[in-house]
């Protein structure tokens, strides 16, 4: 009987919407309300990483750590190498991109002023092109920027808006607070469990002034059952945590900026971002983990020689592997949240189901410190339009697309072209300059 109501409800719902009566109350919360259509949207998380995948030989490795094992340039048959082996249990949702390049392909770490945006580096990044373009209920979240220890050492990081860098929140318990507010005292900035029509109750108000009471009284009526759509849709929400910001409150008394806490606090981020996503907050979201030259240790890798060190090849090969697999092991992490949160528009779907992951790095090797070759990895369900195999996960090397000519690699796919791609998939275009045709071969609606 529950679920009679609930479906009535939404019909409900949905005719006021078809017939433009909801239309002036579409406002805050109301975007949450898409639900009841179910009607899927895209989000994106882009996850960056430092100082490159290992791609180059080294030692036994021939083959670098990263791509797949594979003597085919498109193939849905490939053997998953090293470092990627991390993502195993994605390895059907995922797409692997081989033959891009960034700016001229050398600049050592100069290379995060270019990695999210155009191959000149004076545009807008890709990352807030799709949040201005697409989003959330909270319009101060428009794409949320998580940088665990991406500032330490010097503020190296990865989004701008045109010339302009973009200082991402490095601090958990902070970015807890840009998304809620402080819950602790009763002020959240975007809580489910508050009234949906708070923001606008004098605007309602004042057009019940200027009705008769039988009017009025249908009109709180349809009020009254948009508000139960919303408690109703919270409880039938997925197995998984829902739009609660308790479950995702950051640990207490970590030290953000410790090797202590370098994986706690990478995993903290991770959560919020997963949680303001399945609130509806945001769509948009970037996490650069680390810096470029990266200084901070990872503990179980080494508590002597930091990642850039290991990236360098100064250490051991397990360091050098391990250091490369921590970082893919904190993006599978962070997919393992997306696939555990309900997603706010899609009845019983996860977020992954709806959410494209951009796996990239600002370098595809960090002991020579170059750009040729760097792999960009794509994961999730993408509301369907990621061509990743029909499931089975597929590999494209996109050297035959290429509009660079390159010493080494020959042809190669400037970065740009590949931001300028997903752009199209969501519906957008980016103002880059040069070469900015869409790739063949990556979404389904491209």
């Known amino acids: ?54 791609v180059d030989a ?38 692997f991109l081989k033959g891009m390049i960034i700016n001229s392909g050398t600049g050592g770490h100069n290379a995060w002023n270019y990695v999210l945006r155009d191959s000149a580096g004076t545009k807008t990044s890709i990352d807030i092109l799709l949040g201005n373009f697409m989003p959330g209920n909270n319009p101060a979240l428009k794409r949320i920027f998580s940088g665990p ?63 008769g009471s039988a009017e009025s009284s249908k009109l709180q009526n349809h009020l009254d059952a948009i508000e139960q759509v919303v408690v109703d849709l919270n409880v039938t929400v997925p197995s998984g945590e829902a739009c609660n910001p308790d479950d995702v409150a950051p640990t207490q008394n970590m030290v953000v900026s410790s090797a202590d806490f370098r994986t706690e606090v990478t995993q903290a981020h991770c959560n919020i971002i997963a949680s303001a996503l399945s609130c509806g907050s ?27 060190d ?3 090849r100064y250490g051991s090969v397990d360091e050098w592997k391990g250091s490369r697999a921590w970082f893919t092991q904190q993006v599978k992490y962070l997919l393992d949240r997306l696939d555990s949160f309900p997603d706010p528009d899609m009845t019983g779907e996860s977020l992954l189901q709806n959410t494209l992951v951009v796996f ?22 993408a509301t369907g339009l990621l061509n990743n195999g029909m499931g089975q996960g597929r590999f494209l090397d996109l050297k035959s697309q290429g509009d660079r000519s390159h010493w080494k690699l020959g042809t190669a796919v400037d970065m ?20 900015t045709s869409t790739l063949n071969g990556i979404f389904t609606n491209v």
Not at 176 to 185: A, C, M, T
Not at 368 to 379: F, S
């Open 282 to 308: 945001s769509r948009v979201a970037t996490l650069q983990i680390g810096r470029s030259a990266d200084p901070v240790a990872i503990i179980s890798v080494s508590t002597t020689r930091n990642p850039h």
């Open 360 to 381: 990239t790095s600002e370098m595809a090797d960090g002991a020579p410190e170059h750009m040729q070759d760097v792999p960009v990895t794509l994961i999730g369900g």
């Open 416 to 435: 740009q072209r590949v931001w300028t791609t997903i752009a199209a998939a969501a519906g957008t275009t980016t103002p880059y300059s040069g070469d």
């Open 1 to 54: 009987m529950a679920m009679m109501h609930l479906k009535s409800r939404r019909r409900f719902l949905k005719s006021m919407l078809a017939t433009g009566i909801a239309a002036p109350l579409s406002l805050g919360g109301m975007t949450r309300l898409a639900l009841a259509q179910d009607v899927p949207k895209l989000k994106v998380v882009f996850a960056v990483i430092p100082d490159g995948f290992g």
């Open 310 to 312: 290991c990236a360098h």
């Open 149 to 211: 220890h991406a500032t330490i050492g010097a503020p190296w990081t990865v989004s701008f808006q045109d010339g302009n860098r973009i200082t991402p929140e490095v601090d958990p318990y902070r970015l807890f607070e840009d998304v809620y507010g402080d819950v602790s005292s009763g002020s959240p900035s975007m809580d489910s469990r508050s009234h949906l029509f708070d923001p606008i109750t004098a605007q309602i108000q004042a057009v019940k002034d200027k009705l």
């Open 58 to 95: 080294y030692d036994v490795f021939n083959n670098g750590l990263w791509y797949p094992v594979t003597a085919q340039t498109e193939t849905t048959s490939f053997s998953l190498n090293e470092m990627s082996q991390h993502l195993g249990v994605y390895k059907n949702q995922a797409l």
